[in-house]
């Protein structure tokens, strides 16, 4: 259980003790740290080794603990060792410095030195807020950076000294009063609490106590952004689990009650049958009898993990925003569903009752297990639980956008209403001949998409999730949670082609078995591979994220050199996936084999003719291919395919 503490606003005597702190400590400065990531880079509960001051630049989401700010164009934060960080980006890229340090009492005067922290240590303490001057902090962390990446003794003693000039800043700031300190996202953190803690006896009083918030503040706060009550999302997420315990389980009404949070077996009984319209014996063989008859339909099992969010396939704590429905709810076995109800409802009739007074339950009103689709027969729609709320959309809709999953649809046999256009080339896609002939639309013009007549929108994008919406069914999905057989899962419910989903699966396979052995056979099995893509002059990053990673490293199983995969594995390290390298240092990190993402050339980074690049075994052997960036961007079943098509014919051509 955590507790959120409103201490942010500093009182100038905190201040001033944390001053007189700072200023006896001993401060050893352990790492500087510079990345940029995108959503699908986020870091999920990063537990910082050491103390450490945070600096961001875009939109994202922190989460110190279990306090969860919104970080906005320029932001700072602190933690202390131990602090579980999360940064989620909400745009294309968000980039943030780390500094870890770490004290120690001081030689002398270790006596007033305990008593200090005491009364404050701020090498614990969380807080984040908007800096009055955030270019002084974003250059003196450059140049903290610049200095660090290179570890002569010279400028590791930079670094130190300019460390200090950084925590005088960020007292000036406290001091001086008029930062705006960000206030954590209440909402978020009820959530989270909820989702981890359904099962036990949780009251909204006491969620408010340990939020520091009032109880009707909060509830209104909840109400807008869930479109529920607190003790409404509360009933929801336990009627969930509990949907899933009467398919998969065999345990009592009341054993089912316990485990999930409710008063008492009564009480689950008359929400539930509230809730479901049937009661909970009922649902239990309904839907498992349509989960044994083969007959009407295959049933595709998607368990929700810890998170409340689904993983398609396997469960590995890793979500997705767009919440995809467990069983698949065609018409058809909506029809069967509410065929078998009725009989139920007229096999239970009492002979003091009439066929009158049974309220008939429908197919669009009946949810089977852990279904967060429904359907309405009638209207030919399907209704999609989303994070953005409930979307409506046709049962098979004919005109779709997509914001970077054209290769998706295609896949799937369906052709975008138009190129969203965001920016790629998309002449140079593994996709482009399926996208001939059609118009290439701004996604940022919405004229030209209400044009477009859509039937859904499918984006990434929050940003451009608002504004689709204003003009047809918009679906806001984040496929970075998920891997390949993931993502193509989750289309294929969205496209309401679940066995087709199975086909490209499959089809994927025989391709990556067949691959693999060819490998073998020609001796390539077991070699290394490096993909690199330019960063200036003189400077490549070496990444394991996009770029060719999903079918050279997770799909064929090429393995990275040594010494990438040593500082990857590193503490801490393994969360940035891309490693910026210096080119005199570059022989060491290469492998056998090298795919260079051609975004920036071999002539902007200064490698043409470049002796020590030269000098390496790869570039000798002529084992260098350049990968096209738009080609290898797009990470859906189809480019990955087409991806391997390109890997096999410079590996394995004569």
């Not at 200023?23 to 500087?32: E, G, K, P, T, Y």
């Not at 209440?186 to 981890?196: D, G, Q, W």
Request: proline fraction near 4%; include cysteine.
């Amino acid at each position: 259980m955590y507790t959120h503490n409103n201490s942010l606003n500093f009182t100038q005597r905190e201040i001033a003790a944390g001053i007189q702190v700072w200023n006896r400590a001993a401060v050893s400065l352990l790492d500087i740290r510079h990345n940029l990531i995108s959503p699908k880079e986020a870091i999920c509960n990063y537990r910082l080794p050491a103390s450490a001051f945070l600096y961001t630049s875009g939109k994202g989401e922190i989460a110190l603990d279990e306090t969860v700010y919104h970080a906005d164009r320029f932001d700072l934060f602190h933690g202390g060792k131990g602090t579980q960080l999360s940064i989620r980006p909400r745009q294309h890229w968000f980039e943030y410095y780390m500094v870890l340090y770490k004290t120690e009492e001081p030689p002398v005067h270790k006596r007033e030195f305990a008593k200090l922290l005491e009364q404050c240590n701020p090498f614990r303490q969380q807080y984040g807020f908007k800096p009055q001057n955030p270019l002084f902090f974003a250059d003196q962390l450059k140049k903290m950076f610049e200095c660090w990446k290179e570890p002569t003794a010279l400028n590791l003693f930079y670094g130190k000294a300019g460390f200090y000039p950084f925590v005088y800043a960020v007292y000036e700031e406290l001091e001086r009063g008029n930062v705006r300190i960000l206030e954590p996202d209440v909402v978020s953190m009820a959530v989270r609490y909820l989702e981890a803690n359904f099962q036990k006896n949780v009251t909204i009083q006491e969620l408010c106590a340990m939020l520091g918030v009032s109880y009707s503040h909060f509830h209104r706060l909840f109400k807008r952004k869930t479109e529920k009550t607190p003790q409404e999302y509360l009933i929801h997420r336990r009627l969930r689990a509990a949907r899933v315990y009467l398919q998969n389980s065999s345990a009592s009404v009341r054993e089912i009650a316990e485990r999930c949070g409710f008063i008492d077996e009564s009480s689950f009984y008359r929400l539930f049958t509230k809730n479901e319209g049937q009661s909970p014996g009922l649902y239990r063989e309904v839907s498992q009898s349509l989960m044994r008859d083969s007959t009407i339909e295959k049933v595709f099992s998607f368990p929700y993990n810890e998170e409340s969010q689904v993983s398609v396939g396997e469960l590995k704590g890793k979500g997705v925003t767009f919440m995809t429905n467990q069983m698949r709810s065609k018409a058809v076995i909506a029809a069967a569903l509410s065929l078998l109800l009725m009989m139920s409802a007229c096999g239970t009739t009492t002979a003091g009752s009439s066929g009158a007074d049974t309220t008939p339950t429908t197919a669009a009103t009946t949810q089977t297990a852990e279904t967060e689709t429904t359907v309405s027969a009638e209207e030919g729609t399907r209704t999609i639980r989303t994070a953005m709320g409930d979307v409506e959309i046709p049962q098979n809709p004919k005109r779709i956008l997509a914001t970077l999953m054209e290769g998706d649809l295609i896949a799937f046999g369906v052709e975008p209403a138009a190129i969203m256009d965001v920016g790629i080339e998309y002449e140079k896609t593994p996709y482009h001949e399926s996208l001939a002939g059609l118009s290439s639309i701004n996604a940022e013009d919405m004229e030209a998409v209400i044009a477009a007549e859509p039937d859904v929108i499918i984006t990434y994008s929050p940003e451009l999730y608002e504004k689709f919406s204003k003009i047809a069914p918009t679906l806001l999905v984040d496929a970075s949670g998920m891997d390949i057989y993931e993502r193509t899962r989750m289309i294929g419910e969205l496209l309401n082609q679940q066995y087709k989903a199975e086909e490209l699966i499959a089809a994927l396979d025989k391709r990556i078995s067949e691959l693999r052995q060819k490998l073998e056979e020609a001796g390539l099995a077991d070699k290394t591979v490096t993909i690199m893509e330019g960063a200036g002059s003189g400077e490549v990053w070496i990444t394991t994220s996009g770029r060719g990673s999903i079918p050279l490293y997770n799909l064929l199983g090429f393995q990275m050199s040594p010494k990438v995969e040593e500082e990857l594995s590193a503490e801490g390290n393994w969360l940035n996936q891309w490693l910026k390298v210096s080119l005199e240092v570059l022989p060491a990190y290469v492998g056998d084999y090298v795919f260079f993402s051609d975004q920036v050339s071999l002539d902007e980074v200064g490698l043409t003719n470049n002796p020590v690049w030269e000098s390496i075994a790869a570039v000798k052997q002529g084992h260098v291919y350049m990968s096209s960036f738009p080609y290898f961007f797009p990470q859906d079943i189809y480019s990955v395919m087409k991806q391997m098509d390109f890997i096999e014919s410079v590996l394995l051509e004569d």
